[in-house]
């Protein structure tokens, strides 16, 4: 999908972060723009910014947790575009909780929103993407999703869930014109993490930098998406032996720091 110009995205989590830097990224390149969140403010006042753009902008209140209401989005959508080419599957939230303090409900609440939020856009868009012939399925993991980060439990397991939705969903595309791309941010300076400090070697990229990637990943169809680059060391590190990741994640602290427990 080289040319995105009059294309009809739809992008979730778009009120803050990644989500809103992807949506003014896609007007920038000639689409319209479908904005999905639950704070509707935000999504209005992102609306008159892809506006400004030149672009059509359509704020949808959404929580992606409840089908019923992901399923109005695509059909608003539809009814207004009459068509869905790329859907950014974003939204998401950090639950972390160390294994012997964790509950259940964190663990549901994390797939409620990172895995079944990311999976009832996909399936909601799929007939639509599949009666036109074409289509882009962007889906937002981590790197968490590629070296589990303790104490993140919840998150991790969401996150690593929904990538491998993704690898299988791409597979079982091919050959129809309906792409996936797997995107996996290292540390995005977003108010996912603000209260998280984060050590040197994993400092926050702006959610921009995850915005062009994107981008970059529709219009070449990348099954895979790894930004910034230096997260993939910790990947390599993994794959070569699990152990010394480990000792890359306990050396770096790459948990980071909560803000009220800083040394
Ligand atoms: N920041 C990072 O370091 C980082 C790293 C790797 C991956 N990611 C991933 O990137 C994605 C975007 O995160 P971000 O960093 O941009 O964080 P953010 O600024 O906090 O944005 C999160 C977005 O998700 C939306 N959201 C949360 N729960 C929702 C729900 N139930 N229904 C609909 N929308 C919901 C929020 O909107 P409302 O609150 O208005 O609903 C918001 O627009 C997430 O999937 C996150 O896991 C982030």
């Known amino acids: 999908m080289r040319d995105l110009r009059d294309r009809v995205a739809i992008v979730t989590g778009a009120s803050s972060g990644i989500g809103k830097a992807t949506a003014l990224a896609l007007a920038r390149e000639g ?5 999905a969140a639950r704070r509707e403010h935000l999504l209005q006042a992102l609306a008159r910014e892809v506006e400004a753009l030149g672009r059509e902008a359509l704020p949808v209140p959404t929580d992606v947790t409840k089908r019923e209401q992901v399923k ?26 160390p294994i012997r303090d964790l509950n259940v409900e964190d663990l549901e609440f994390s797939m409620a929103v990172n895995f079944y939020g990311s999976v009832y ?3 909601e868009v799929l007939p639509h993407m599949e009666k036109q012939g074409q289509g882009h399925i962007v889906l937002v993991t981590s790197m968490d999703a590629k070296k589990g980060i303790p104490p993140d439990t ?7 869930a929904l990538a491998g939705f993704g690898d299988v969903l791409r597979q079982e595309l091919h050959g129809t ?6 995107v996996f941010p290292g540390r995005v ?4 993490i603000e209260n998280l400090k984060v050590p040197w070697i994993s400092a926050k990229i702006p959610a921009e930098k995850v915005a ?14 790894i930004v910034p680059w230096q997260a993939r060391l910790l990947l390599y590190a993994h ?16 948990e980071g720091w909560e803000e009220e427990t800083t040394p």
């Open 177 to 182: 014109g309906i792409g996936v791309t797997v």
């Open 239 to 254: 794959v070569l032996s699990p152990r010394l990741a480990d000792w890359g994640v306990r050396f770096f602290h790459l």
């Open 72 to 97: 109005a989005l695509v059909e608003r959508t539809l009814e207004r575009w009459g068509r869905v080419d790329i859907l950014v599957a974003n939204a998401g939230v950090y639950v972390r909780s």
């Open 154 to 160: 919840p998150y991790v397991a969401a996150k690593f």
């Open 31 to 35: 689409a319209h723009v479908a904005l």
């Open 189 to 192: 300076d977003t108010p996912l």
């Open 212 to 225: 062009r990637a994107i981008i970059k990943g529709i219009r070449r169809r990348a099954p895979e998406i």
């Open 121 to 123: 856009p996909v399936l």
